[in-house]
Structures are given as C-alpha cells and as structure tokens.
C-alpha cells in the first residue's frame, strides 16, 4: 500500500527522484558535472516510444547514439528530429531486425568495424504479439526478441565494452529494460522449450516470461562480470506502465472506460525513459551490478528474478541454443 501511494504521490525515494521525474530531469543534475565527455549508447528500440525519448535525452547530455533500426526511414526521421535540438551530436544509424539472429550479427559487425568505444548499451525494444508467431530462426516471436535477441547482441559486444571501460577507465553500463510484470511468472511455468516454441499460447504470459529472462540475464552477466573483475555493470528496469505501442495493442481485449481509469495510472513517456536514463548516467549507480530498478530507485524484483541458480541454468540454455543455430556446422 505504501508503495502504491509513494508512486501515485510521485514521492522522490532515495535516489532524490520518483515515479513523476522525468528523464531530462534525472539527468539535469548530472549533466552539470558528472558525464564523462565522448560517450558511445547503444539503444535498441529508438525510433519510437521511450527509446526514443532515452535516444533524444541522451544526446541532449552530450552522448554519441547508434540506432539500430529495422525502418531506416523512421530512423532517419528520429535523427533530425534529434539533430534540431542538439545539432552537434553524432547520430549513427545502421540495420537490425532483433528477431532475425543473422540480422544481429551483422548489425554487430558493422558496429564493431566503426571501431568506436561503446561505453552503454541499451537493452529496450521490446514486443507484444497477441497471436503465436514465429521467427526465421522458427523461435516465438516476443521470447526472440525481447530476450534472445538482446542476448546476443550483448554477448557479440561485449569485449568491446569491457576493453572500453579498461582503456578510459569509465564504467560501461548495460541496461536490460524488463518489467514489473515478470513477477506474474511462476517457476513451474518457466520452462526454456516451451518459450521458445509453446504448445499453448498467451501473449501476455510469453511477454512476462520474456521480461522476466531479461532479469535474469542482468543476474547472471553481473555474476560472470563480477568474476573476471570487468569494470563493466549489468542492470534492469522497470520503466513504469506507459503509453506506447504496448499498451495500445492490449486495448482492443479491455473495455474502453477500464483503459481510460487504467490510462489515469500511465507514466508519461518521458518519465518512462527517467528511470533507463538515470542508470545509464548516475554517479549513484556506480559499482552496482545485478540490479533491480524502479522509478529511478533500487527496487525489489520477484523471488525467482533472484534465483542464482535458475539464471545460470537459463544463460546456459540460451548460450547452447545460440552455438547451435548460429554454428552448427551443416551435415
């Protein structure tokens, strides 16, 4: 209950921010003295929505953004849009279908061959399908690119972050933007086959049990980060409820007056961004690694988001997964 009337209030936490900050707020302060110059973001999910807010917020602070985009069209359209606000930064758009695992890695190709540092990556796009589809790669649709994808992605850029952070001694910063909603998952439903190819399908159980591997993924990459001593952090978020295309695709299966009370609890899109920028930039986040995170504050996730165990059971089921659709030598 305390929770509920903090968020409504918009009472700050601890963190001096809360649940009505928005991200140009967040970062205001910081901006002022703290944000190293030169800085390189990765941010999926840019061209509409709170990516696309992070991307405009992150550049007003200074920041180099690369937008990996499936519309170059639209991408482009966010960069002069971008641009006229701030007009010296550097805006670099390159192609990626997140669902489509030989687009990822050709995406990351050509990033790497920029051969310019990468100090925050960006984990936000994210997918709602009512209906089950598939993937080229014949995997479910949201799992694939709101979690597999994401995970690939991070793991092909990764030693890229890590010699980053060693060589301007700043600390690199993966994001994993999740959901408040993976705490519906329940651990005997949480099963690796059946996400990726269900028998029975519920969009909005596939869309926690995605947001839910996204936290557990930051769980287990701060452990093996931690591990090898990396000056680089993995966190997650929850961005708060908020208009975008999402939710829009869920209006159709409630009545019109239950999303108009339901729209009265809705963040903007700019305090949705808030929490995903203030991550990014925070000299308060600095060391914290494995984190959960929720209106610009440490926030607590569900029992099974903390289980140790099930995040390296579900690294390594994922990493076998990729080896074997991406390397498997055809007989």
């Not at 790497?112 to 100090?119: H, Q, R, Y």
Request: glycine share 6%.
């Amino acid at each position: 209950m305390k929770e509920t009337i903090r968020y409504l209030a918009g009472i700050a936490g601890p963190s001096g921010f809360g649940s009505k900050s928005t991200a140009e707020q967040v970062t205001e302060s910081i901006a002022a003295s703290s944000i190293p110059s030169h800085l390189t973001a990765i941010i999926t999910g840019a061209t509409s929505g709170i990516g696309e807010e992070t991307a405009r917020v992150l550049a007003k602070r200074g920041l180099r953004i690369v937008i990996p985009a499936r519309d170059l069209k639209r991408a482009l359209q966010v960069k002069e849009s971008i641009q006229k606000e701030s007009p010296e930064v550097e805006i670099i758009l390159l192609k990626l279908d997140l669902s489509s695992f030989a687009s990822i890695k050709r995406f990351c190709i050509d990033f790497l061959s920029l051969e310019l540092p990468l100090n925050i990556l960006i984990n936000n796009a994210g997918k709602f399908c009512q209906k089950l589809e598939f993937t080229e790669d014949k995997i479910e649709m949201t799992f694939a690119t709101n979690y597999l994808g994401h995970f690939l992605m991070t793991e092909m850029l990764l030693e890229r972050m890590v010699e980053t952070s060693a060589r301007t001694g700043i600390e690199g910063r993966i994001i994993n933007v999740s959901s408040v909603i993976h705490s519906w998952v329940k651990k005997e439903r949480f099963h690796f086959c059946n996400m990726v190819s269900p028998k029975k399908y519920s969009g909005t159980c596939a869309y926690a049990q995605s947001k839910l591997a996204n936290l557990l993924h930051a769980k287990e990459m701060a452990r093996q980060l931690k591990a090898r001593n990396a000056r680089v952090a993995i966190n997650a978020v929850h961005p708060g409820i908020v208009k975008t295309g999402i939710i829009r695709d869920h209006k159709g299966v409630i009545t019109d007056s239950l999303f108009f009370l339901a729209s009265k609890l809705l963040k903007s899109t700019s305090q949705g961004a808030s929490t995903t920028c203030f991550v990014a930039l925070s000299p308060r986040v600095n060391g914290l690694n494995g984190k959960y995170f929720a209106d610009c504050n440490e926030s607590n996730c569900s029992s099974l988001a903390n289980d140790g165990s099930e995040a390296k059971k579900l690294w390594k089921q994922t990493h076998a997964l990729l080896q074997r659709v991406l390397f498997s030598t055809p007989k």
